[in-house]
């Protein structure tokens, strides 16, 4: 058996702490030191906002520093120094946590630091648990369902080139545009040129209490767009 302690990678859901799961729930309240992404130094950790309420007053709060770039050599250097950091606390047989937005296993820095933790130390005992994804949270609230029957669903990030979104628009049923805060307005053009919609839902904050949902974003709220929106298209109106 390791003596090394036991990693978990919790997913906290998209806003609302009631969507955390129960198994989450479980992990966080017995968990003694929990890690917590933060894209700036002393920035706050949207992960810790939502799970806070379910984290035990003993458990100590590490906050890692994950800088928002896409330079990989940067990123890399942050996912080793974090992915040490948290094999050190692993080495003293101390079970440990991190929690992330949504669900661990898409779109989030937890891939990257599992993976370099595995790359460091292939023996870490590392358990996943899922949580509510943005997407799924986005349909919820606007009672709308995603796919059905043979409707293709697919997954596009905003910074996807043009030529390749037409083509996936071209094949799927419904899209969900997700981290496409620096090219909504762009995004909305190209959508409005296609013409293709039945139904377009525009969502800002999804499950926190300034939460926007509009078929029809204005300039105003285009504008203002932050980096936790979410576009929905569909070609069917049901
Ligand atoms: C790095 S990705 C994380 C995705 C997350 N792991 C998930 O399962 O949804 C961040 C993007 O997710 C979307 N997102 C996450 N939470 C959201 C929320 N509460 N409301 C709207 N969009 C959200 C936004 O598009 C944001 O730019």
Not at 13 to 40: N, Q, Y
Not at 130 to 140: D, I, L
Not at 159 to 180: E, G, M, Y
Request: charged fraction near 20%.
């Amino acid at each position: 058996m390791s003596e090394y302690g036991t990693f978990y990678g919790v997913g906290v859901g998209p806003g609302d702490p009631e969507l955390i799961t129960l198994k989450a729930k479980k992990v966080l309240g017995r968990m003694r030191c929990i890690f917590t992404p933060a894209t700036t130094k002393h920035g706050k950790s949207r992960a810790y906002e939502i799970a806070k309420e379910f984290i035990s007053p003993k458990a100590v709060i590490k906050t890692l520093f994950f800088p928002m770039t896409i330079d990989t050599k940067i990123c890399t250097r942050a996912w080793g120094k974090n992915a040490e950091q948290i094999l050190s606390i692993l080495m003293k047989g101390v079970d440990a946590a991190f929690i992330t937005l949504g669900d661990p296993m898409t779109y989030s820095t937890y891939g990257y630091l599992l993976k370099t933790m595995q790359s460091l130390y292939p023996h870490v005992n590392s358990i996943t648990i899922p949580g509510v994804s943005s997407y799924a949270a986005v349909a919820a609230s606007a009672n709308l369902p995603l796919v059905q029957g043979k409707e293709v669903l697919t997954l596009i990030p905003g910074n996807t080139p043009r030529r390749k979104i037409q083509q996936l628009l071209s094949l799927s049923d419904t899209a969900v545009f997700i981290k496409h805060s620096r090219n909504t307005k762009n995004l909305l053009h190209l959508l409005g040129k296609r013409g293709r919609y039945r139904k377009l839902v525009y969502v800002n904050h999804c499950g926190f209490e300034d939460q926007v949902i509009t078929s029809n974003p204005s300039p105003e709220l285009l504008e203002k767009t932050e980096y936790l929106s979410l576009l929905i298209v569909k070609k069917s109106s049901r």
